[in-house]
C-alpha cells in the first residue's frame, strides 16, 4: 500500500517552533518531489514549502520564507518542515504530497501536480 504519513502536528504557544515528519511506505521517496500544504478552517488548500527530488530546490511560500525549513533524508524515506516562530495564523491542517516528475529540481505549489498525498496533521498556535 503505497501512502504518506505526517507526523509531529500539536498545540504550540505563539513563538514556539515545530517540526512536522513525512514517512512515505510502499514506495520510495528518492525520484519524488515534496510539498508540504496546509489547510485553515474555511480557507483553500495553499503551498507552504516544496523541495525537488533531487533535493537541491526548495521554494517556500512568501507568507512562509525565513520561518519555515523543508528537508528530506532519502535514507530514511522521510521529508521534514520545520516551523519556527509560530503564530496563531499558523493553524492549520498541514499536509505532504509527493510529486513524480522527470525534472529532479522542479517542484511547485500545484495541487493538482502531486500523486500522494498524506491524511494531514493538526497543528494549533495559541498560548
Known amino acids: 500500500q503505497l501512502q504518506l504519513v505526517e507526523s509531529g502536528g500539536g498545540l504550540v504557544q505563539p513563538g514556539g517552533s515545530l517540526r512536522l515528519s513525512c514517512a512515505a511506505s510502499?514506495?520510495?521517496?528518492?525520484?519524488?518531489?515534496i510539498g508540504w500544504f496546509r489547510q485553515a478552517p474555511g480557507k483553500e488548500r495553499e503551498g507552504v514549502s516544496c523541495?525537488?527530488?533531487?533535493?537541491?530546490?526548495?521554494h517556500a511560500a512568501v507568507s512562509a520564507k525565513g520561518q519555515f525549513s523543508i528537508s528530506r533524508d532519502n535514507a530514511e524515506n522521510t521529508a521534514y518542515l520545520q516551523m519556527n516562530s509560530l503564530s496563531p495564523e499558523d493553524t492549520a491542517v498541514y499536509f505532504c504530497?509527493?510529486?513524480?516528475?522527470?525534472?529532479?529540481?522542479?517542484?511547485?505549489?500545484?495541487?493538482?501536480?502531486?500523486?500522494?498525498w498524506g491524511q494531514g496533521t493538526q497543528v494549533t498556535v495559541s498560548s
Open positions: 510502499g514506495f520510495s521517496l528518492d525520484y519524488y518531489a
Open positions: 523541495i525537488s527530488s533531487s533535493g537541491v530546490n526548495t
Open positions: 504530497a509527493a510529486s513524480h516528475r522527470n525534472h529532479p529540481n522542479w517542484c511547485d505549489f500545484v495541487t493538482d501536480d502531486y500523486d500522494y
